[in-house]
């Protein structure tokens, strides 16, 4: 399998967007103001066992639907990509999949998407997916709130979740 790398930009930044053979692999948006950052690269290494190669213009596709999406447009980035789902595995797999059926604008408690996955009383365990899952954005687990109504965290971004949020409830 060969992993290959570029970047697109994001109004948080630019996000690391790998790709394999089969499709996205992981699309991180990053902590750091420079997504080049060697820690990035040898974070998806590892957990890919393989080290992705530069190759610009690779993400030219889904930084077209990025820009569709933050013009306001309802994207479903699933019906467009094909998502390489290898850095998920059992019930994270199963909630992130369950999460890319959320409508543009609509939300689910961590709770419902428990449920929704076959799983009732694993809030936890999809708050946890959510974290760790490997296409931000791309799945929509911003979409995925508490379930007092309150949106929660994004990684350690609350105000992007939030940004999110409200871009999707002005274009409803």
């Known amino acids: 399998m060969t992993y290959r790398y570029d970047f697109a930009p994001t109004p948080f930044g630019d996000a ?11 699309f991180d948006l990053s ?6 950052v060697p820690w990035l ?9 393989a080290m992705p190669e530069p190759d610009p213009g690779a993400a030219d596709e889904l930084a077209h639907l990025l820009d569709a999406y933050f013009d306001g ?12 789902w290898r850095l998920a ?3 994270a ?3 992130l999949q ?16 428990a ?15 959510c974290r760790l899952t490997p296409f931000s954005i791309i799945v929509p687990v911003h979409r995925v709130i508490r379930s007092d109504g309150t949106p929660g965290h994004y990684g350690a971004h609350p105000e992007r979740k939030r940004y999110l949020l409200d871009l999707e409830a002005q274009r409803r």
Not at 31 to 36: F, R, V, W
Not at 41 to 49: F, K, N, P, Q, Y
Not at 98 to 113: A, D, H, Q
């Open 16 to 26: 690391l967007a790998v790709f394999s053979d089969e499709g996205i692999v992981s």
């Open 31 to 36: 902590e750091t103001a420079d997504p080049s």
């Open 41 to 49: 690269l040898e974070g998806i290494s590892s957990r890919l066992r």
């Open 73 to 84: 447009e309802r994207v479903r980035f699933d019906e467009h990509l094909r998502l390489d």
């Open 89 to 91: 595995d059992g019930f």
């Open 93 to 95: 797999l199963a909630a």
């Open 98 to 113: 369950s999460i890319c059926t959320i409508e543009w604008g609509e939300t689910l408690s961590y709770g419902e998407v």
């Open 115 to 129: 449920v929704l996955t076959g799983h009732p009383g694993a809030a936890r365990a999809v708050g946890t997916a």
